[in-house]
């Protein structure tokens, strides 16, 4: 069975649901750059989280980012989703490298 919607994804424990934020492919100047040159970037938004994880006390610990946050992640690693065309990752919230401010 193929997922339809991202939205009946809720992620699990202290996994997060992200997707990759697509670089411009248009310079600041107006100069439309080829698919080719244009590297994958490390900032996604976070579209989902889990409860958090359990602690040994079985107390829950808060996740570090929420939905609608921009963080930083890494250039590989977590797990693939896939729906329709678009493409989600699934990370682990001690995975998440930063929260990006703004």
Same mark, same amino acid.
């Given at each position: 069975?193929? &997922?339809? !919607? *991202?939205? !009946?994804?809720a992620p699990l424990l202290d996994r997060? &649901?992200?997707?990759? *934020? $697509?670089?411009e492919a248009k310079t600041a100047s107006g100069i439309f750059?080829? /698919?080719?040159s244009v590297k994958e970037m490390n900032e996604a938004k976070v579209l989902a989280t889990?409860? +958090?994880?359990?602690? $040994?006390? +079985? $107390?829950?610990i808060a996740m570090g980012v929420a939905s609608g946050?921009?963080?930083l992640i890494p250039q590989y690693g977590g797990?693939?989703?896939?729906?329709? /065309? /678009?493409e989600y990752h699934l990370?682990?919230?001690s995975e998440i490298?930063? $929260? *990006?401010?703004?």
């Open positions: 069975m193929a &997922l339809r !919607n *991202i939205k !009946n994804l997060v &649901l992200v997707q990759r *934020i $697509k670089p750059l080829p /698919e080719s889990g409860p +958090g994880a359990m602690d $040994k006390d +079985g $107390k829950r946050d921009k963080v797990s693939p989703v896939k729906v329709g /065309e /678009e990370f682990r919230d490298l930063a $929260k *990006i401010n703004e």
